[in-house]
């Protein structure tokens, strides 16, 4: 049964523009959420968290929402690079481990 | 920033063969690694947590006996796959946690490139 859901297999956003990530949990006890990034042959690399007491956390470029009610986190990406075409994992963290999304391909087109 | 290797990167076996996965820790010791499995479109799946000098702990559903793992050092934890078949046919990947900074941040976890398994 999958906790974590990415929708969206793909999106293709053009270089400047936001990019916009999604991601839905099944379970309102989860309290840490984290993405991560991962290029071809690579390992995932982490990103950006947010705890659920918070329902913001910014980082440069990258901010992640987290609307609770509704059990819903996001990614906003702006302004969206080439350099971030990859592919992008929600996960959330509890019971001393991780779940992950199925990933969702981003493309940043010049 | 910390870097885990694992060999191979890809291999292909026979039906009925085993093939074993290193995963290294290169700049850093690692009381805790994890192996994780990837499906094609599916997500990153925990298989098991391994911790150095003990048994590892296995998810539901995972056979201990077919997926041997071990982790004789804190910079090295195998990850056998035992009399494998095509349904094992996936991308292995695994993370290990920093032991200098067990208790702190959590998404410490820092993971390896994968490894392609293709079972013919």
């Known amino acids: 049964d999958q906790q974590v859901k990415q929708n969206s297999p793909s999106l293709s956003v053009q270089e400047g523009r936001i990019s916009i990530l999604n991601c839905d949990y099944t379970?309102?006890?989860?309290?840490?959420f984290l993405w991560y990034k991962k290029y071809p042959a690579e390992g995932p690399t982490f990103l950006i968290s947010?705890?659920?007491?918070?329902d913001k956390n910014e980082d440069g470029r990258f901010t992640v929402f987290l609307n609770k009610s509704a059990k819903h986190l996001s990614l906003h990406i702006v302004p969206s690079q080439p350099g971030d075409s990859a592919v992008y994992f929600c996960a959330v963290y509890t019971g001393n481990q991780f779940y992950f999304g199925t990933g969702t391909s981003l493309t940043v087109i010049p | 920033g910390a870097v885990v290797s694992q060999h191979p990167s890809w291999v292909i076996c026979k039906s009925g063969t085993s093939v074993k996965i290193e995963c290294r820790s290169l700049?850093?010791?690692?009381?805790?690694m994890f192996w994780y499995r990837q499906f094609p479109k599916q997500s990153l799946m925990l298989m098991a947590t391994s911790n150095e000098g003990s048994k590892a702990t296995y998810e539901q559903g995972v056979e201990k006996d077919k997926f041997l793992i071990n982790h004789a050092s804190l910079t090295l934890s195998t990850l056998t796959v035992t009399s494998a078949h095509p349904e094992d046919s996936s991308f292995y990947i695994c993370?290990?946690?920093?032991?200098?900074?067990?208790?702190?941040?959590?998404?410490?976890?820092?993971f390896g490139p994968g490894t392609r398994l293709t079972v013919l």
């Open positions: 700049d850093f010791q690692a009381t805790t």
């Open positions: 947010i705890s659920s007491i918070k």
């Open positions: 379970n309102s006890m989860f309290d840490y």
């Open positions: 993370s290990a946690r920093d032991r200098g900074l067990a208790g702190g941040l959590i998404y410490e976890q820092f």
